[in-house]
């Protein structure tokens, strides 16, 4: 079934995905980042940075169609990163990358501010595909509803 989804999806576009991988530690983001290149259903260029302030610097520069978020950085920490990155971004889907799972109040700030969040060595390459094409569908048809609402 996600394949066909993944399909569907990536049919959309011929464009790669912009991915902005927010990830202090290296061998997790080497690993999200494999995952990512070898899905050959889809495409992927992936941005990686250590620091939000870096994302913020490269947000600046460029377009991203999604984030993948670790909330645990050496600049920032918990849902505060969550929350100034949603601030600064709010039309961008944000994805949390955790390494475990999230408990009660973790998963209201989860649905407030992001588009779902992925524990870290649970998820193959299909699966996070998936969580980032989902979002990016569910993000564009929730800025076409906002923009065709009546004033």
């Known amino acids: 079934m996600s394949g066909n989804?993944?399909?569907?999806?990536?049919?959309?576009g011929n464009k790669p995905t912009e991915v902005l991988l927010i990830e202090d530690n290296s061998k997790d983001a080497a690993f999200i980042s494999e995952l990512l290149?070898?899905?050959?259903?889809?495409?992927?260029?992936?941005t990686r940075v250590d620091r939000l302030?870096?994302?913020?610097?490269y947000l600046?520069?460029?377009?991203?169609?999604?984030?993948?978020?670790?909330?645990t950085l050496p600049d920032s920490l918990g849902f505060d990163t969550l929350k100034s990155l949603k601030d600064r971004i709010p039309k961008v889907p944000i994805l949390i990358l955790t390494g475990s799972v999230l408990?009660?109040?973790?998963?209201?700030?989860?649905?407030?501010?992001?588009?779902?969040?992925?524990?870290?060595?649970?998820?193959?390459?299909?699966?996070?595909?998936c969580s980032i094409l989902s979002a990016l569908n569910e993000n564009s048809f929730a800025y076409q509803n906002q923009t065709m609402q009546p004033a």
């Open 37 to 46: 290149h070898s899905n050959e259903q889809c495409k992927f260029n992936v």
């Open 60 to 71: 600046d520069k460029k377009d991203f169609d999604v984030v993948l978020l670790d909330l």
């Open 53 to 57: 302030k870096y994302g913020f610097e």
């Open 103 to 129: 408990k009660r109040e973790e998963m209201r700030h989860c649905i407030k501010d992001a588009s779902g969040y992925l524990v870290k060595g649970y998820v193959d390459s299909n699966g996070l595909s």
């Open 5 to 12: 989804f993944i399909n569907k999806l990536a049919s959309l």
